[in-house]
């Protein structure tokens, strides 16, 4: 039995270390050559001072370009900066006011939208459908009142189609992401007419996307009878096809890791809502919308429809508060909280609430940690009393292997009948890591999820918790003045298995530490031999992950040594640190005798 055991454990090892392997080279890797490309994009656009590629489209343009081909109206507000295109009334030039593409010294602002014309144009269009010379992409709207759109201070446009159709738009923007277009129609002319109000947000060719299966980022909304989310990620969209659904209110938009651009109607009014694809100029054009219900304007009369654009920074409690406030349903599952988000949730609040505290959402991870340890020091204790009888059972257990070498069987008989005369159960101690795994996932999850945790600073030379730790070992932590990754090979190397910091030998540490106070795997040398470069191995691997989860498991693991010790201690069963005080206790004796 100990041996099938152990045999399971290492076989558990190898297939975690494997995972974790994979997990480098296909996610992590990616993920990092991704945030360099982003970075220097993000600065080609801000500097404006290249052209852009034009094979995605013959009537590519640069960015600085597309705008000049339209009358505009400047958007400043405090979260947002950017501006409205009077030609289709289009809101295509956005940037994200307080979030840099990187933490570089004068690094520029994170782009929302583009306009048309642009590669990977992006952008939200209201209108009117359904009756002729009704305005429309091409129409040029007015600005009759607003110079700049800032909260407080919305702008007026309007267009009169010659026809008898008078449109005036009214654009009002808050402190935060969210528009407000209220729209109205005058029928001056002598017949009824029909129209129909719209919202699209459009993303214009397939969008580079984060190299992380666990991360949704397409098309999200709030659709159906219950206002169901419905997701439709853009690696599966031509798979799916088109999505239209009836409903009553709800939203619809496109989504990224941590951006939101979503079209929200007026929730009392009955809509169709969904996702489309269309190829334009040799483009797929990735679309979110919604259809109000046509309505019949007669001579003389009119009609109004208010509409909102959200598009920003997926915090939470912004997402909840627009959500209770204009009552938006189920606006903050825009964030991905993955399927297991009935434990991403509590996991955030609890992070949140710890944040708020403190400032820090370091030491709110430190917070949560402990909290998480307290509530399961019960299913702890059990583990660790277990391995501490485990320990001081070690003797028999290998009396019983010496004298049924040639018997296995009688060996595992004898070996069971000891821990039932103990009351041990070898398996106590998987409890704790069993039950700790959905935590560390959901801990994983709002770190690459939560545009909260995005450049968020601990302390020291952390300054976001989303990424890796970025000192390394090979220039001794920066003592050496020199950047192992300004060199092209070494850097490439340290992009993976060498980058290794402070945070993943803490971890690595207490791993070690830890596993030397559990009693031995198996008398085989070579399993021990295994079993001891777990931590060494797992310290390679864990480097590449985000510091925040680096943190929480060096700090568990500090937390479980504690635990341990104690347990181990009063138990009066062997462990590292009571040698190791035994050794230092006694070589201080023999100094002070010898200088005595």
Not at 22 to 31: D, G, I, K, M, T
Not at 400 to 423: G, S
Not at 536 to 550: E, I, K, N, Y
Request: with cysteine.
């Amino acid at each position: 039995m100990d041996n099938e055991n152990s045999r399971n454990t290492i076989t558990f090892a190898v297939v975690a270390m494997l995972m974790l392997l994979a997990y480098n080279l296909f996610v992590l890797q990616p993920a990092e050559k991704k945030r360099a490309a982003d970075l220097a994009h993000q600065k080609l656009v801000a500097t404006q001072q290249a052209a852009l590629p034009t094979a995605a489209a013959p009537h590519a343009v640069t960015r600085a370009e597309a705008l000049a081909q339209s009358p505009r109206v400047k958007v400043a507000g405090p979260a947002l900066f950017g501006s409205i295109s009077l030609k289709g009334a289009r809101i295509d030039d956005l940037y994200l006011a307080q979030y840099p593409v990187s933490l570089a010294k004068g690094a520029p602002k994170v782009e929302l939208f583009r306009p048309e014309g642009v590669p990977q144009a992006y952008f939200a269009e209201f209108g009117w459908a359904g009756a002729a010379g009704a305005p429309n992409s091409a129409t040029v709207w007015t600005q009759t009142g607003g110079d700049v759109l800032s909260p407080g201070h919305p702008v007026v446009l309007t267009y009169d189609n010659g026809q008898g159709l008078v449109f005036t738009r009214t654009i009002a923007l808050d402190d935060q992401f969210m528009f407000t277009l209220t729209d109205q129609v005058a029928n001056r002319g002598p017949a009824p007419v029909t129209l129909a109000a719209y919202g699209s947000v459009q993303h214009q060719g397939k969008p580079a996307l984060t190299p992380n299966i666990l991360i949704h980022e397409g098309g999200v909304g709030a659709l159906g009878e219950k206002h169901e989310l419905r997701l439709q990620a853009f690696k599966d969209w031509k798979e799916k096809g088109d999505t239209t659904i009836q409903d009553s209110g709800g939203w619809v938009g496109l989504t990224d890791k941590y951006w939101l651009a979503a079209v929200i109607p007026d929730q009392g009014e009955a809509v169709k809502g969904g996702f489309r694809l269309s190829t334009v100029n040799g483009i797929d054009v990735y679309e979110a919308n919604f259809v109000g219900q046509p309505r019949v304007i007669p001579p003389g009369g009119g009609a109004v429809e208010t509409r909102r654009l959200f598009a920003g920074a997926k915090r939470v409690q912004l997402l909840q508060a627009y959500q209770r406030d204009l009552s938006i349903p189920n606006l903050d599952n825009a964030v991905d909280w993955g399927n297991l988000w009935f434990i991403t949730r509590p996991v955030f609040w609890l992070l949140s609430t710890f944040e708020g505290l403190t400032g820090n959402w370091g030491v709110a991870i430190l917070l949560m940690t402990l909290v998480v340890k307290i509530a399961l020091f019960p299913l702890a204790k059990r583990g660790f009393d277990s391995a501490s009888k485990m320990k001081k059972l070690q003797p028999k257990l290998e009396e019983i292997r010496k004298r049924n070498e040639k018997d296995p069987a009688k060996a595992q008989q004898e070996t069971m009948a000891l821990y039932q005369v103990e009351k041990v159960n070898p398996m106590a101690g998987c409890l704790p890591i069993l039950v700790q795994i959905p935590i560390l996932y959901a801990l994983s999850k709002v770190l690459w999820v939560s545009s909260e945790m995005r450049q968020a600073p601990f302390f020291g030379w952390i300054h976001d918790l989303s990424a890796r730790d970025d000192s390394s070992f090979v220039n001794l932590f920066g003592l050496i003045p020199w950047d192992p990754g300004s060199t092209p090979l070494i850097g490439g190397i340290l992009g993976g298995f060498l980058h290794i910091g402070v945070w993943p030998l803490l971890y690595g540490f207490t791993q070690w530490l830890s596993t030397s106070m559990n009693p031995p795997a198996s008398s085989d040398p070579s399993q021990k031999i295994v079993y001891q470069l777990m931590p060494v191995m797992f310290t390679v691997m864990m480097a590449q992950t985000p510091s925040g989860l680096l943190i929480y498991w060096a700090w568990s693991g500090a937390l479980t040594i504690v635990q341990q010790y104690v347990i181990m201690h009063r138990a009066g069963a062997d462990n590292p640190i009571d040698g190791a005080i035994a050794r230092l206790t006694g070589a201080r004796t023999k100094a002070v005798r010898k200088a005595a």
